[in-house]
């Protein structure tokens, strides 16, 4: 499915749909990209711009993850 026409190369960019990354889970918002002009590195770092706002949320889940294991250490040495 083509909907534009790369303004660099004159070819008829590639609609990619919205979805869901399998890296991240998290959703993602359609876009186009010229696949003469950019090859599939780029596309999947467009793709992981998109993702940019979501990987801060996982990020932020990791370090509250890490303080709770601290603090689970720190009672567990406590009450023994
Ligand atoms: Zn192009």
Known sequence: ?????CQQCGNPK????AGISKRTGQSYAAF???ETC?????????????????????AGIDTINQRLDK??????????
């Open 1 to 5: 499915m083509y909907e534009a026409i």
């Open 14 to 17: 590639k609609m990619v749909p």
């Open 32 to 34: 186009s990209v010229c």
């Open 38 to 58: 950019n090859p599939k590195q780029q596309q999947a770092k467009a793709a992981r711009q998109e993702n940019d706002q979501g990987e801060l949320i996982l």
């Open 71 to 80: 603090m689970a250490k720190y009672l567990e040495e406590r009450l023994a």
